[in-house]
């Protein structure tokens, strides 16, 4: 896949009512989700790539593409890396026959639980402290975290 | 004479007085302290059910608030509760981190509950004792149970709850001092896992080996395989 086939991607999700698309090639897994900002993505890991398409900008085959590339995921664009507040035990859901409090894709808001972490019987429900959307979840049930250690990657709310 | 004045909301019913205390948690402060004659939704860790029917047990919610010294402070409470069944006559065991067991059996249970929004957090310590139980009554709980009662009938409830919670404030000082080092010496004295082969699930994952003691902090350090585990969470399942 090289730069010809990421543009006209790229204009195919544009100009579609599509809000996602994700196509894998070769190893390269390329992801184009169109959001309010009009950002797109491009991902091969570890380096993330960053392609926006300023929607203002009238959209045709020669606008110019802004290119970013950074190392640090948490330099993404309003995604924080959400950290685990004590060491312990990570719990997806409140009981062992309960949903999970949170899955990739959902939409959170203040105040809501994301997940319990516990140590010495001290059962800790942790809270997003802003509203956002689950990007990434990554620790399974049942996990040793540390104190620190990053549990979701989570895109903040503009 | 009490050395701390603490304020006590008192129910005849309730669901969960931990649940009662995170709901209210915008109203209540360190050292307010919730007692219910009778839970509805008692639970224990995982919402395990704590069957609390009877009314002459001890249901009480201590609040913590933002009492930032909450690692392993259930231990020190557990410890508070043997000290308290000392004091009544009761010789009592803790298997780690924090069941009281007279006679091998269960007579009360502690959860400490925290939640965590940015850097604030509020915690509630939660007490369940038995102090009178029906054969029926044991039947149901499944664990093996013990009460009060079965050797003391002549205590009434209100002074073992007085004597928990002054107990509780007048030893939180040293607490905060010391931590688990200043009670370590106690615990493993009444610890009932001590130099016992153990089974701990935790992690998904099941360690079985020898209890060689206490970290510092509380951790149960399990000798496996002549190397030793420190393990702050996880439940014991089987002792030999």
């Known amino acids: 896949m090289n730069l010809k086939d990421i543009e006209k991607l790229i204009k195919l999700v544009e100009d579609s009512g599509l809000s996602k698309l994700s196509v894998e090639e070769d190893g390269i897994k390329i992801e184009l989700i169109k959001e309010a900002q009009e950002v797109v993505s491009y991902q091969p890991a570890p380096v993330v790539h960053q392609v926006s398409v300023p929607q203002a900008v009238a959209p045709s085959a020669s606008a110019p593409l802004v290119a970013q590339v950074a190392v640090e995921p948490q330099n993404e664009a309003g995604v924080e890396m959400f950290l685990s507040p004590m060491v312990g035990t990570y719990y997806a859901q409140p009981s062992p026959e309960a949903p999970v409090f949170v899955k990739v894709g959902d939409k959170v808001k203040k105040g809501q639980s994301l997940c319990i972490i516990e140590a010495m019987k001290l059962f800790n429900e942790i809270e997003a402290d802003y509203n956002g959307t689950i990007m990434e979840i990554l620790v399974n049930s049942q996990d040793a975290v540390e104190f620190g250690q990053p549990l979701f990657k989570i895109k903040k709310d503009a | ?240």
């Open chain 2, 1 to 240: 004479m009490n050395s701390f004045a603490y304020k006590i909301y008192y129910f005849p019913e309730i669901g969960s007085t931990n649940d009662y205390a995170l709901r209210n948690k915008d109203n209540l402060v360190f050292g307010d302290v919730i007692i219910a004659d009778k839970q509805t939704a008692g639970h224990g860790r995982f919402d395990r059910k704590w069957v609390s029917s009877s009314v002459d047990n001890v249901y009480l919610t201590i609040v913590l608030g933002d009492y930032p010294y909450v690692h392993g402070i259930s231990l020190f409470a557990s410890i508070v509760l043997a000290r308290v069944l000392g004091l009544f006559g009761i010789e009592s065991k803790i298997k780690w981190p924090n069941d009281i067991l007279v006679d091998n059996k269960k007579i009360a249970g502690i959860l400490v509950q925290t939640v965590t929004q940015g850097d604030k957090s509020f915690s509630v310590l939660g007490i369940g004792l038995n102090v009178s139980l029906s054969n029926e009554e044991k039947l149901e709980i499944g664990t093996e149970s013990a009460c009060v009662g079965d050797y003391r009938k002549d205590l009434c409830k209100k002074d073992i709850v007085d004597t928990i919670i002054k107990s509780f404030f007048d030893n939180i000082v040293e607490w905060r001092s010391n931590g688990f080092l200043g009670i370590k010496n106690e615990y493993e004295i009444k610890s009932s896992l001590i130099a016992k082969q153990i089974t701990v699930k935790c992690f998904q994952k099941e360690l079985v080996g020898k209890v060689i003691g206490f970290s510092n902090t509380g951790e149960i350090l399990i000798e496996e395989n002549n190397k030793i585990v420190a393990v702050n969470s996880g439940e014991v399942v089987k002792v030999l």
